[in-house]
């Protein structure tokens, strides 16, 4: 009878201890995906915090949220296989299923394996990260996301676009390091070149001067000379080496300040028109010409 009743507690027990240790399983899980929510942003900013460079704190918030998700992912995994074992599910053939699996998958998902390499590749060698405003994939737009597998942009319409890393081929990244704000001024062919230029210096050190657009600007105005000689315009090509994603405002802004300081000098900014040159000739004069018609 005392055996009967050992064995009987021990199976009541073994019945409550598989909910009890899944119970637990799924709890350690929970607090683990909330500690490394918590955990991860507080180490980021504090990283980001010691960098040297803007561009350095910001490879470290888009590794960052690579990090976070891949943590997420192994969490979850683990305990997933973790509760399949409560149930007696043995792992190991799981797991050599999955492997054959696995590769069976690899050759008809090839698209989506680049994709992870790729995207590998571009946070490890620095070449994408959040807040860049980059052209890739035939699209034009600041970074939103970037993940192992996609590129998610915003362009200045507001359109949202998904890239696949597998098939961005190109980055243009126009937010890395510096940039150049570069202005083309075309004249008219009757204007002195010497005099538009000393004027084209005297804006842009007016504008270097401005308080608001002086912090955006590192070196003086450089201005490269004519350029080309337009149907109508004589054009001349100058530009600011500014901050990263400053090169648009400082561009707007020379313009206005030029086309003021254009017009109060005096200078003809051209536009394309037409000149009509009548023909006349010796044999008919415009009376006979207005006959024959």
């Known amino acids: 009878m005392t055996e009967l009743s050992i064995n009987s507690l021990g199976q009541l027990t ?6 009890l240790r899944i119970t637990l399983i799924i709890t350690l899980a929970l607090f683990a995906q909330s500690l490394i929510q918590r955990l991860v942003p507080r180490f980021r900013e504090l990283i980001a915090s010691r960098q040297e460079s803007s561009e350095g704190a910001q490879r470290v918030r888009t590794l960052s949220r690579v990090l976070r998700y891949a ?3 192994a969490v979850t995994i683990i305990s997933t296989l973790l509760i399949l074992g409560e149930f007696g599910i043995s792992v190991a053939p799981l797991l050599g299923a999955a492997g054959v ?27 994408i990260r959040i807040g860049d405003i980059i052209e890739t994939g ?15 942009l915003r362009d200045y319409s507001g359109n949202v676009h998904y890239i696949p890393n597998g098939q961005i081929t190109i980055v243009t990244n126009m937010s890395l390091g510096y940039a150049y704000a570069v202005i083309d001024l075309g004249v008219a062919y009757g204007e002195q070149v010497d ?9 842009g050190e007016q504008l270097q001067a401005d308080a608001l657009y002086g912090a955006k600007i590192f070196d003086p105005l450089e201005i490269a000379g004519v350029d080309q000689w337009a149907d109508s315009a004589v054009v001349i090509r100058c530009r600011f080496r500014v901050h990263p994603n400053e090169q648009w405002s400082v561009r707007r802004e020379y313009l206005r ?17 037409l000149k009509i040159v009548p023909c006349s000739t010796s ?4 009376s006979s010409l207005a006959q024959h018609r």
């Open 257 to 273: 300040r030029a086309k003021a300081a254009f017009d109060h000098a005096g200078i003809e900014i051209p536009f394309p028109h």
């Open 71 to 73: 943590l997420m992912v």
């Open 14 to 19: 073994q019945q409550f201890a598989t909910p």
């Open 138 to 152: 035939g699209k034009t737009g600041a970074v939103e996301e970037v993940t192992l597998r996609y590129v998610r």
């Open 101 to 127: 699996a696995g590769i069976a998958i690899g050759f008809g998902a090839q698209s989506l394996v680049k994709d992870y390499f790729t995207g590998f590749f571009l946070l490890l060698e620095n070449q």
């Open 195 to 203: 005099r538009v230029i000393t004027l084209m210096r005297e804006v």
């Open 283 to 286: 044999a008919e004069s415009p």
